[in-house]
């Protein structure tokens, strides 16, 4: 499904001073929602959102376990007294856009590179060890328009594997959620300055989380 001739084995270094990640004045922030037959839900305020109609909660956790890692716990708590099949969605974008910025997906390594201001941002996610089950990176005008949809009746995200500019990456991941349970998410944004340093930290989260 998912066909692109970027090439991703090569290896990019931002050639400037050490940086302090701390610091860093255009970090990605993260928006996390769930799809539910065909309607978005996003978490606007806060960390927590109840899905009245639906009978489904999110929770959001994040959890400090590196200092170049910003990663999250996603609760997601089915209420009612049968199965439901939904979707985990989560788009990163920067703070600030740039005409230089780059966003693209690596369909080898399975992940989402942003390029931003002499930074790299590796995006990934999982639940109980199942990876991203689609992805894609979209200009900002087609967030703010849902035209980043194949089919948003069947919850399908139109697949573009590069943007240059203001841009957003998506993905999702499938939750099949049993009457009464509660199932668990993670997702995580790596910083560094080079993709051999993300890589290497983004297999000690695959390992360790």
């Avoid at 109609?53 to 956790?61: D, L, M, Q, R, V």
């Avoid at 990934?124 to 060890?129: A, Y």
């Amino acid at each position: 499904m998912m066909r692109t001739n970027i090439r991703t084995n090569t290896s990019f270094r931002i050639k400037k001073k050490m940086i302090n990640l701390s610091a860093i004045q255009n970090p990605l922030k993260s928006k996390i929602g769930l799809w539910i037959d065909g309607k978005i839900f996003w978490v606007k305020n806060g960390t927590e959102k109840l899905i009245q109609a639906e009978a489904i909660s999110i929770k959001i956790n994040q959890r400090n376990i590196h200092s170049k890692i910003r990663f999250f716990d996603i609760f997601v708590t089915n209420h009612s007294e049968k199965m439901k099949q939904l979707k985990l969605i989560v788009l990163n974008s920067c703070e600030k856009f740039a005409k230089d910025d780059l966003t693209f997906i690596s369909p080898i390594e399975k992940v989402i590179y942003h390029l931003a201001r002499r930074t790299i941002h590796l995006v990934n996610g999982q639940m109980n060890g199942t990876l991203l089950n689609e992805y894609t990176v979209q200009p900002v005008w087609n967030i703010y328009t849902d035209k980043f949809w194949d089919c948003q009746k069947k919850g399908t995200l139109k697949y573009q594997p590069l943007s240059h500019g203001p841009s957003n990456s998506l993905f999702t991941i499938n939750m099949n959620i049993p009457a009464s349970k509660t199932c668990k998410a993670n997702t995580w944004i790596i910083s560094g300055e080079t993709k051999e340093e993300l890589l290497r930290l983004n297999q000690v989260v695959l390992k360790t989380h």
